[in-house]
Structures are given as C-alpha cells and as structure tokens.
C-alpha cells in the first residue's frame, strides 16, 4: 500500500487521501478514499476545516493547512498562543511587525515615566484627557481607541453623541503634560520570557504542523505520540533551551532584518526543532529520543515586517546535532542575542517618539454614532 500525495477538495471541505492498493492476483492498484485525519485527536477532518497556522498568525505565521488539524484541537492553542504572542508584542511593535494578516502588532510601552502606544515601529504619546464636568477619560493615540474611549465615557454621563458638538462634552490639553517635537525615541530594554511551559508548547506545536505539512507521513508516527500530547494536552514535558551557536537543519532562512523561522530535522537517531525569533533569539528542542523513519530537514521563514516574504525548504538529509549545555552557557548565550538585538533595533528602527496630535470630536462624531447604534440627528 502507498499513500498518494493528499489533496483537499471544496476549498478546504472534506480533506482526503488517495490510498492505491494491489490485489495479489493481478497488481492491479485499485483505489480508496480516506478522510484525513487530525494530527492529535485522530478524528476524521469533516465539514469545513479551519486554517491552522504553524507559527501562530498574531506572530505573523501565514503558513497554514486546513489538512492537519480539527478544529476543535486548533482552538484549543487559542490560550497559548495568546501568551506567546503577548510576549513579543512589545519587540514586534518597537520593530515595525506585522501579524499574519497584515495588521500592525501593537504594544503599550512605558518609557521616562510615560506611556505610549508602539507599532509600525513608532511611538505615540497620549494626546490629553478630555474632561466632562472634573471626569478625566486618558485619550489615548489610536483612532480606533479613542473612538472606545469616547463612546464609554459618554455612555457612563448618559450623554448621546451630539455632545460631542455642542460643548457637553470638551476636550482639554491636560496641563500635565508637557508638550514633545518629533524626536528620536530612546532604546527600550529587550527582555524576553520564553522556554516556560506555555511557549514550549507553542514551539513543539509550530514544530509538529510544519512536518505534517512538509512530510505528512512522519509527523503521525508513533514515536511522535508523547510530543503531540505534550502540545495538545499538557501531558509530559520536553526539554527546550537557548541555543545560538548549533546551526539547526542547515537551510537557508529568508535574508531580511528580522526573521522568524521554524524549522524540523533529524540528525542521528533523534528528531530536533529550533525556533527563531527576530532573527538574534534561537531556541532549540527535541521532538523525538528514536528515529522517527526517513532522514529529513526542513524550515519555514519569513520576514516579521512582511509576513508575506517567505521561505519554505524540505529536503531529505540530517541536520546539526544538538550541543548539551549548562543553563548557566544557556543565559549567557541568551543575554549576548539579547544585547544584539537591541543594538540592531538601535540602529535598524526608524521609529519616532511623537504625540499624536488631540482628536477633532467632529471628525470622530460619525464613528462615535454608529458605535452607539445611534443615527444623526
């Protein structure tokens, strides 16, 4: 029996599986239809599959299959990949990242004792409070926000959104706030909380979904199984670590700035992952203890401000074995890809530190209404 190269039907309904088989009379291959199957729980892909993404869309993975795993199981990372993606936000914002579906990823950063909202690899100030009768509402830079803001604070007054033309409702520059030009924004300190339980299991998630993308037949292995429920279930551990000096599957990643990649191989008789963050953050792990079936190396890479620029490899061949080292080598390796990056983004970043300018409640007055559920009056 051999397994025809899947395919899906219906845009993404029912994916399936050309299984040939040959009677022993005549070798004829006669053929069957399988459903395919979910990568953890095993149930059959049936109705309309959502995409899962290897490497979540909030980081900017667009690298996704709607024949790998249910949906069920797909929303089940929805929390974890949650807290990964929070924990790049603010680097992601300071850098000018995109998440997978090409909105701007956003962060609010703290610096000399104000706040900002980064993306697009700039810095916004808040724009001053408006005040309605001594309530202060902090207005903060975004239009999309100031709109929320507006829109609560006029609903907590009992007030309709003509207030906002008729002077019930005032915007004031708050005294406390100095103003600010256009000036270059200092470094922010770049801390990263990664390998806990939480991202390892994002990494082993991402590492799984590329292999069952690039080499179907491997990732359901048996010798998977313990990883895959470690992923899906949070039975078990496996280890993860710092690693910037074992050169992973040897392919080639994208050539941009800031890159993050994932990538499978085998080297010997184990099964490896790393992931790479902003091209500097390099974490490896180990999927699998025993040789999982063919030698294999693989990697998806893309470019963090164009998500869309990417770069898929698999090729048969091993990779790097990893390196054991002490936690104490580990940190070390990680405190030097840290002082890298924030070198990088000093010199690299274009981002400005400016105060949005304050908010025209007449240019806001048509959002606010339809927002209320209210028409013009």
């Not at 270059?184 to 799984?208: F, G, I, N």
């Not at 099964?271 to 091209?279: A, G, Q, S, V, W």
Request: with cysteine.
């Amino acid at each position: 029996m051999r397994t025809v190269p899947r395919c899906s039907s219906d845009m993404g309904r029912h994916p399936i599986s050309l299984v040939a088989e040959a009677t022993p009379e005549t070798g004829i291959g006669l053929y069957r239809v399988e459903w395919m199957r979910c990568l953890y729980c095993e149930a059959p892909l049936e109705g309309v599959v959502r995409p899962a993404h290897v490497i979540p869309e909030g980081m900017g993975g667009r690298l996704a299959s709607t024949s790998t795993v249910c949906n069920d199981c797909n929303n089940s990372f929805a929390r974890i990949e949650g807290i990964a993606c929070q924990r790049l936000a603010t680097q992601g914002a300071l850098v000018g990242a995109l998440r997978g579906d090409r909105e701007p990823i956003t962060a609010v950063v703290t610096l000399e004792g104000s706040t900002y909202r980064a993306g697009r690899g700039r810095m916004d100030e808040l724009a001053g409070p408006p005040t309605d009768r001594g309530r202060v509402y902090p207005m903060p830079a975004r239009r999309e926000d100031q709109i929320k803001v507006v829109v609560s604070a006029l609903r907590a007054r009992h007030l309709p959104p003509e207030a906002l033309l008729d002077g019930r409702f005032k915007l004031e520059e708050a005294a406390a706030v100095a103003p600010i030009g256009e000036t270059q924004a200092e470094p922010v300190e770049v801390s990263m909380a990664w390998c806990d339980r939480a991202t390892k299991r994002v990494m082993t998630k991402a590492a799984l979904e590329l292999l069952a993308h690039l080499f179907p037949n491997e990732a359901t292995r048996p010798e998977l199984e313990g990883v895959r429920r470690f992923a899906r279930y949070d039975e078990g551990d496996f280890f993860a670590g710092v690693d910037t000096s074992t050169a992973g599957a040897g392919l080639p990643l994208l050539d941009a700035p800031y890159v993050h990649a994932i990538e499978v191989w085998t080297a010997g008789m184990r099964c490896h992952y790393r992931m790479i963050l902003f091209t500097e953050l390099r974490f490896v792990g180990t999927l699998a203890e025993v040789r999982i079936g063919k030698a294999l190396r693989s990697s998806y890479s893309f470019d963090v401000k164009d998500p869309a620029n990417r770069r898929v490899i698999a090729e048969s061949g091993d990779g790097a074995t990893l390196v054991n080292k002490s936690q104490r080598v580990r940190q070390r390796e990680l405190d030097v890809a840290l002082e890298k990056l924030e070198e990088l983004n000093w010199s690299t970043s274009a981002r400005r530190r400016v105060r949005a300018p304050p908010p025209s409640f007449k240019d806001l007055y048509p959002d606010v209404v339809r927002a209320m559920g209210k028409r013009k009056s």
